[in-house]
């Protein structure tokens, strides 16, 4: 895996012009408008960077784009990979540690997630405090690279109390509403039953999705600060549960997309 992670860095730094500062990886539904940011963009496809997966989720584009935004050098995943696709833990962070080699000091990460908090509503967004990890393996499960961080790494803080910080001070300036929260991190990819949202609410879940956690598990192995911020997509109430459909995740999602842009472009002017 070291050498494959050093093969796609070799690659895709024979093809950009400057050294990318912030790592941004955009979940379901979001995308279009944070590309519209991006200055002088330079766009690489997933399927010709060599031991990089391509994403089977079609709301999900497969492409890497490099470019400026706030007078910042950054590197955007427009979709990411996920564990139900069949991938590998390894092979779905590999993108991360290619961001790690490429000079990535933070990483920035949007999700679509369920909303388990009855005070909440759908369209609304959170930031993430703290997460639940019940995937069922682990990227840093196996042998241990000290070229990227210990064997046993520090957790105390997964998501960077100081962009929290800088994160709910600019939503309150821009007046958009920001819960602060847990993500529950699940297999997928069948959405859940009653019961299994009665359980995440009792553990002390206020969302649930199926992505995030492995990214940053390991941007943390790397010393990579965080932030993430999910679009809460569908209310997970399991006294009146409707089905779901995947069409209306992304459309919630979508409607919400200009305000998680807002919130990102703003940190990222912020960062150094």
């Known amino acids: 895996m070291l050498e494959q992670i050093k093969e796609s860095t070799e690659f895709l730094t ?57 007078g910042k050098q950054v590197m955007v995943m427009r979709g990411r990979f996920h564990y139900y696709e069949g991938y590998s833990m390894q092979q779905i962070t590999l993108p991360i540690r290619v961001m790690k080699l490429l000079g990535i000091e933070y990483l920035l990460v949007s999700n679509a997630a369920g909303n388990l908090n009855l005070k909440w ?29 210990p064997r ?21 300036k821009l007046k958009i509403k920001l819960h602060r929260g847990v993500y529950a991190a699940v297999q997928g990819p069948s959405m859940e039953t009653r019961a299994e949202y009665r359980y995440l609410r009792l553990i002390g879940a206020d969302a649930v999705g199926m992505s995030t956690v492995p990214e940053v598990l390991v941007a943390n192995h790397m010393g990579i600060s965080c932030c993430a911020v999910s679009v809460l997509t569908n209310d997970c109430d399991p006294d009146n549960l409707p089905p779901v459909e995947l069409q209306d995740i992304v459309d919630t999602a979508s409607a919400s997309e200009k305000k998680m842009v807002s919130l990102f472009t703003g940190l990222i002017e912020q960062l150094k």
Not at 122 to 147: A, F, T, V
Not at 152 to 172: I, V
């Open 14 to 70: 024979k093809r950009i012009k400057h050294k990318p500062q912030i790592g941004v990886i955009l979940g379901t539904g979001l995308g279009n408008l944070f590309i519209d940011e991006i200055k002088k963009p330079i766009a690489i496809n997933y399927n010709v960077i060599p031991n990089f997966p391509v994403t089977t989720v079609a709301s999900h584009k497969g492409q890497l784009i490099f470019g400026e935004v706030g």
């Open 121 to 149: 509503r759908k369209g609304e967004l959170m930031l993430l405090d703290d997460h639940i990890n019940l995937q069922p393996d682990s990227p840093l499960r196996g042998e241990n690279s000290e070229l990227f961080g």
């Open 152 to 172: 046993f790494p520090d957790m105390s803080e997964p998501y960077s109390k100081k962009l929290n910080t800088r994160m709910m001070k600019l939503a309150d």
